[in-house]
């Protein structure tokens, strides 16, 4: 306990922080309750509690590396900040839109860092602060226009790569027929949700990985949304595959879950191994710089 009240920044006031970090904790904590017994149990929000933890992680990693980095505080900025999350979270509640109520906490905990911490404190806690957006459910207008697209481009992909291997498949919107079978491309197996938490997924590499090279960090950033859809045709062919092989049930039961784990996996790696090719790129150009 004393090694960690020693890595905590020394010139914030914790006689006026403590009582304010825990005002706005539990001003949380029924949101949390609400998700966790509520949206987060959806196969499309699941990711939502593991994005929380990967912040306690990195908050946590950030105090123990510390202490945390301070300046000048900025009181007047802070409280603005403060002021504006307050205002989200209570629009949030009065119209019960929860993608909103988890957005305030990066202007309350953003604000309470400036005000106490100046911009120093703020700089090295933003990226936590903002991975934590990843955890709130989308707006259902914003999925329901950009989901239906993205469904219909990976499902006619899935279908031509499939038919031109040989297999008996057709397809009818978002409804794939293969064999005897039918399957609905549904939106956890490519929608708006899965490309959201593949972001995610990237952004943490990135943020771990620590690069100095801006361009690195822009390309890697920019092929998120590619990986992301590579990833979810990965998995509607997998799904098609065992469907077609091993039957209904299996394509259904525990193998759809294997499949969704096999789509995260193939977007590591392919963050990894294009991250690999810049790096053999950005080695070369420094030799012969």
């Known amino acids: 306990m004393t090694e960690l009240l020693r890595r905590l920044p020394a010139r914030v006031n914790w006689a006026l922080a403590l009582p304010l970090l825990l005002g706005v904790l539990l001003l949380y904590v029924p949101l949390y309750r609400e998700l966790l017994a509520g949206t987060w149990q959806t196969e499309d929000q699941a990711h939502g509690p593991f994005i929380v933890l990967i912040c306690v992680w990195l908050l946590g990693r950030i105090v123990w590396n510390g202490p945390v980095p301070t300046s000048t505080p900025r009181p007047s900025s802070g409280l603005l900040l403060f002021g504006t999350g307050l205002l989200l979270y209570v629009v949030s509640k009065s119209q019960d839109i929860q993608f909103l109520a988890v957005f305030s906490q990066f202007f309350v905990f953003a604000g309470l860092a400036l005000a106490l911490g100046g911009w120093r404190c703020l700089r090295v806690l933003a990226f936590p602060l903002f991975f934590l957006m990843f955890s709130a459910p989308l707006p259902g207008a914003l999925v329901d226009a950009l989901t239906g697209p993205l469904k219909h481009f990976i499902s006619g992909i899935a279908e031509q790569m499939l038919y031109g291997a040989g297999l008996p498949v057709t397809r ?18 490519a929608g708006l949700h899965s490309l959201f938490s593949l972001a995610a997924l990237t952004c943490l590499y990135l943020y771990l990985q620590q690069y100095r090279s801006r361009w690195r960090n822009l390309v890697l950033l920019a092929l998120a949304i590619p990986f992301a859809i590579t990833a979810n045709l990965i998995r509607v062919i997998i799904l098609v595959l065992i469907t077609y092989y091993l039957g209904d049930a299996a394509g259904q039961g525990f193998m759809h879950g294997l499949a969704g784990m096999v789509m995260f996996g193939s977007a590591l790696l392919l963050i990894l191994g294009t991250d690999g090719v810049l790096g053999r790129l950005w080695l070369f150009k420094e030799g012969r710089a």
């Open 172 to 189: 009818s919107g978002v409804i794939l027929y293969v064999g005897q079978y039918q399957l609905l491309v549904a939106d956890a197996c």
